[in-house]
């Protein structure tokens, strides 16, 4: 292939691993701008048991992209989760370059079995 068929750097490179776990990928689609979600509720849109629904909020914590604050509501321990800026930004680019490995999938490309007499012989 030549560097004019592609000459930017595949999206995929810049994908995020920080959203390669499923988990995680949801966490962030479920906490969008500004919401912040309860970690009872995240267990339950998320459907996941609270040990794996942990790990993945101390993943994305570690990597700076949610705050989990714990305090005390009507007498109960709660959790509170909401996505920080870079978090949301990082997620964003994330998706931005999911979309477009899908649209070069669908983006038509001249190759060189369309160039010239052989795609003249192709369509007959």
Partial sequence: MSEQAFPRQHPRLRLDDNFASP?????MASLGEDLELEFGTLTEILQAND?????A?????DAGYV???RGMVNGRARTQV?????????FAAHLRALQEIVDLGTTP?????ESGSESERLAE
């Avoid at 988990?23 to 966490?27: E, V």
């Avoid at 909401?82 to 990082?90: D, I, L, P, S, V």
């Avoid at 490309?109 to 079995?113: D, E, G, L, N, Q």
Wanted: without cysteine.
């Fill in 67 to 69: 705050l989990a604050q």
């Fill in 57 to 61: 909020i101390s993943h994305l914590h």
């Fill in 23 to 27: 988990i995680r990928f949801s966490l």
């Fill in 51 to 55: 040990s794996a629904l942990s790990k």
């Fill in 82 to 90: 909401r996505a920080t800026k870079a978090g949301r930004e990082a």
């Fill in 109 to 113: 490309r001249v190759t060189a079995v």
